[in-house]
């Protein structure tokens, strides 16, 4: 439907607006999939003027958040979770640091990622004992919420 190029703190963001029924909008944010929720809803035989939309969950989740890629740099292809329980970023946000390696044994509460979200250093623990069985992301990659960051089985 419309395509948008968006930069918020440095990073770009595409944006597109697949459908709009009512106050939901289904849109694409740097291809993820995302079910918005509209403070008024969108009247097309008016001019609109919309407020800040209020993200209700993303449509699907995804195996991997592709992050923006820098403008010199190649994007590079997501790589899938391995298999176990999937470790999701809670908020969007840059990632400053993994705490871990794949096969490496962790406990419940064992911090594993450290995840920047609004200027804070956010811990994220390891809700499962097990071993890593794949990490998805890495040191200064941007996610989205819900993205897999890695997986323990």
Known sequence: MNKYQY???????????????????KVN????????ELQKPINAAKHPTMTAPK???PAAAPAAAPAPAPAAAPAAA??????????KAPLPG?????????GQQVSVGDTLVVLEAMKMANNIE????????????????????????LTIA
Request: no cysteine.
């Open 126 to 149: 390891s809700e499962y004992a097990g071993q890593v069985t794949s990490i998805v992301v890495k040191q200064g990659e941007t996610v989205m919420e819900g993205a897999v960051l």
């Open 29 to 36: 944010v740097n291809g993820i999939p995302f079910e918005l």
């Open 94 to 102: 840059t990632i400053t640091e993994v705490k871990v390696q794949v």
């Open 78 to 87: 997501p790589v899938a979770a391995g298999a176990g329980n999937p470790i």
């Open 55 to 57: 993200v209700v969950a």
């Open 7 to 25: 930069k918020v703190k440095g990073v770009d963001y595409e944006v597109e607006i697949a459908e709009v029924e009512g106050n939901i909008a």
